[in-house]
């Protein structure tokens, strides 16, 4: 949430940070700034809106004169998303210009306490204080006074500083929120992401929560909380930035689905060697007999895949697999201890109820497995143990390549930990192993299969209200797809285990009424048939998702989506296509802004 940049070298500050920026916009959209240090000064340019309205305001970037400086894209979290409170926030008499992303838990008290001593505040923002605290314990040491005021604060909180006093220098602290250090010649960055760095410097520093850092063009020097200098191993990227560009597609979210069948290879492809999974993970896979039980936790989508996951593990490993929400496990007083392995799975590797959970988890003993995308990201370095995901950069805020490279790993581990743990025949582990390696074609047989989805999108997309049915995996499914339609298109959609919509939503089945019914899965065809024929009578109209060639579906369906068919344990991944492609055709149809839907952001790092 909210994305921040900051750049300090010999070019004119304002383009580069625009840039930076406009590939952040995902990270929210619904106002921006930018600071630079010109001759005179800090000189700061806000607008509510994109940062395109922002980029109007300054030409380009080429209104603003400055060689060092901060910018923000901005997530509302305290006061509406207007010019005012829009980052940066300066302090009063001009000295520190902040950006910020995350909450300052404190805010109240510490704004009741400058206000008292005469401070006028000129926004909504929890980041304001921040200003002024800064000016007012400011002693002539820029680095010491970020510290001292970081000290104060409570909460999380990702800031860039520019002072007055320093042109050419930056201050940038993090605290539970992504910071990224990028290295160039002659200049340097912070950014949220490192997506924002990437057509400029390969190079870059992740930082650890409570490390500060000064930044001027020729230096970047790292400091714990406190103030001993840090020595920060410096990564490279190895993704180029047509990676984090359209490349033709109008949308970013469809070049994603696009790119799934590919993404999944890069999930899979290097962990399969001579017929065998292997994880390169710091437990054997016979260490899994310690975990008398598994507890996979995320959210949102991420979630979906974790109950998908459930389904497999169990199935394979026979050991009890529970999910949870992050965002309750973490306020629950869980049962949870040395014989557990939590499983936090997530994109971003940001989501601050999953980091929450994490920790949580661990301090009571558990062992925590992350299935992360993103590179150094906090939930890949707290986990004891990591399977990234591969996925390369996801823009859209919508996931799909996210969620299915989240499946691919949730697959391998249980083929994995099942043969380890001895539970499985050699014969089903080599039917499972080349099922794996079979995913990436089957991901694209499922694009190449729904060339009409348009057109249901077409025939669909004025629906009011629709239901996602489903059972076992499908319904694991059911609930991923009816959040891709609503979180794009703002149709509002629910998903039901199937059986269990005749306990009281069938009440709001009628003839408007299109239930979105998956049935992919064999042994509960029958059963789904059922709960098919239950709506029908009440008058819905069904859109089936079925096994490709399966004719029997269109005595009961109005229109069917196929699934290509393979190992049914792996069916979520693929039988998840049509249903984006839906959601994202429905959005277009109503003219919605797909890849950044309203009131969301990409990386939810508030709670
Ligand atoms: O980065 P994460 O996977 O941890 O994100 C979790 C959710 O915020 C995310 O999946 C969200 O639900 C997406 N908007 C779904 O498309």
Not at 154 to 180: F, M, Q, T
Request: with cysteine; hydrophobic share 45%; aromatic share 8%.
């Amino acid at each position: 949430m909210c994305g921040i940049v900051g750049y300090t070298g010999a070019q004119q500050a304002a383009p580069i940070l625009l840039e930076g920026l406009r590939r952040l916009e995902y990270r929210g959209y619904d106002s921006a700034g930018v600071a630079v240090h010109g001759g005179g000064g800090i000189e700061m340019v806000k607008a509510s809106g994109t940062v395109e309205r922002l980029a109007e305001k300054i030409d380009g970037g080429a209104a603003m004169h400055g060689v060092c400086g901060i910018a923000h894209t901005r997530w509302a979290t305290h006061g509406a998303p207007t010019d005012t409170n829009a980052h940066p926030h300066l302090s009063e008499h001009g000295t520190f210009a902040v950006v910020h992303n995350g909450i300052i838990e404190n805010y109240a008290a510490l704004r009741a306490e400058l206000t008292a001593a005469g401070c006028v505040f000129r926004s909504e923002t929890d980041t304001e204080v921040v200003a002024h605290l800064l000016e007012r314990s400011y002693d002539g040491d820029f680095l010491r006074t970020v510290m001292r005021t970081a000290a104060r604060l409570e909460g999380s909180y990702v800031l860039g500083v520019l002072c007055a006093d320093e042109p050419g220098r930056l201050v940038c602290v993090k605290e539970a929120g992504p910071l990224i250090l990028g290295l160039g010649i002659g200049e340097n960055y912070f950014a949220s992401d490192v997506t924002a760095l990437v057509g400029r410097t390969k190079n870059v520093i992740y930082l650890d929560d409570g490390e500060f850092a000064s930044l001027t063009p020729e230096s970047v020097t790292v400091y714990d909380r406190t103030g001993r200098e840090v020595t920060k191993t410096v990564s490279r990227v190895v993704w180029d930035l047509e990676a984090a560009e359209k490349g033709g597609y109008e949308h970013f979210m469809l070049k994603e689905i696009m790119e799934q069948p590919r993404a999944v290879k890069s999930t899979i492809a290097p962990r399969l060697r001579s017929g065998r999974v292997e994880l390169d993970i710091g437990w054997s896979a016979a260490d899994m007999a310690s975990f008398r039980r598994i507890v996979l936790t995320g959210c949102g989508s991420a979630y979906h895949a974790a109950v998908a996951g459930k389904y497999v593990i169990e199935s394979l490993c026979r050991v009890p697999v529970e999910t949870e929400l992050a965002s309750e496990l973490r306020y629950r007083d869980p049962i949870i201890g040395p014989d557990t392995l939590l499983i936090a799975v997530s994109q971003s590797g940001e989501t601050a109820d999953t980091i929450a959970a994490m920790r949580e988890c661990a301090s009571r003993g558990a062992k925590v497995l992350a299935i992360v995308n993103v590179v150094g990201s906090t939930i890949a370095r707290l986990a004891d143990e990591v399977i990234y995901t591969h996925a390369g950069p996801e823009i859209a805020v919508a996931t799909t390549k996210g969620y299915t490279t989240q499946l691919a790993a949730l697959y391998l581990f249980a083929v994995w930990a099942a043969e380890g743990l001895g539970r499985i025949e050699k014969t089903r582990y080599n039917e499972l192993v080349a099922a794996l390696s079979a995913l990436p074609a089957r991901m694209q047989r499922a694009i190449d299969l729904n060339t009409h989805v348009r057109y249901l999108a077409g025939r669909w997309h004025g629906q009011g209200a629709m239901f996602f049915i489903g059972r076992g995996m499908d319904y694991a499914a059911a609930m991923e797809g009816s959040l891709k339609l609503k979180e794009i298109s703002y149709i509002h959609s629910e998903a039901y285990a199937a059986g269990e919509l005749k306990h009281g939503t069938i009440a709001l089945i009628d003839e408007k009424r299109l239930v979105v019914a998956l049935c992919c899965q064999t042994a509960l065809f029958g059963k789904m048939m059922s709960n098919v024929e239950e709506v029908k009578a009440r008058g819905a109209r069904v859109l089936a998702v079925a096994p490709e060639g399966d004719r029997r579906i269109f005595a009961d369906a109005d229109d069917v989506l196929f699934a290509p068919k393979g190992e049914e344990l792996f069916v979520a991944a693929p039988e998840l296509v049509p249903l984006q492609l839906f959601a994202y055709y429905v959005a277009l149809e109503n003219g919605c802004d797909i890849d950044k839907p309203r009131n969301l952001a990409k990386s939810v790092t508030v709670e």
